[in-house]
């Protein structure tokens, strides 16, 4: 990919929501929600603090995170759609 985000910033890939329900019924595209589930692409350096020094961030690419429904700015970047958004809108990394 030819994009490196900056700072304390991060691109996601939204995983892809639910088909079915949990009774079978099938869901139609319109009517499915966005997933705020994904999986980190790429990483920026990190934020740096007062002092200048740069913090690395917690998660790294590869990681399957849990994000807030409306995080996030979305982007179309080599024909995909991804997700840039800061750390700190990230709420937890899923552990398999």
């Given at each position: 990919?030819?994009?490196?985000?900056?700072?304390?910033?991060?691109?996601?890939?939204?995983?892809?929501?639910e088909?079915?329900?949990?009774?079978?019924?099938?869901i139609?595209?319109?009517?499915?929600?966005?997933?705020?589930?994904?999986v980190?692409?790429s990483?920026?350096?990190?934020?740096?603090?007062?002092?200048?020094?740069?913090?690395?961030?917690?998660?790294?690419?590869?990681?399957?995170?849990?994000?807030?429904?409306?995080?996030g700015?979305?982007?179309?970047l080599?024909?995909?759609?991804?997700?840039?958004m800061?750390e700190?809108?990230?709420?937890g990394?899923?552990?398999?």
């Amino acid at each position: 990919m030819g994009f490196r985000p900056l700072h304390d910033r991060v691109v996601v890939r939204r995983l892809d929501g639910e088909e079915k329900t949990k009774g079978g019924i099938i869901i139609p595209d319109t009517a499915k929600e966005k997933p705020s589930e994904g999986v980190i692409v790429s990483v920026g350096p990190g934020a740096r603090d007062e002092n200048g020094k740069i913090n690395a961030l917690d998660v790294k690419a590869g990681d399957r995170v849990l994000f807030g429904k409306w995080s996030g700015t979305e982007v179309k970047l080599n024909g995909e759609d991804l997700l840039i958004m800061k750390e700190s809108d990230i709420m937890g990394i899923v552990e398999a």
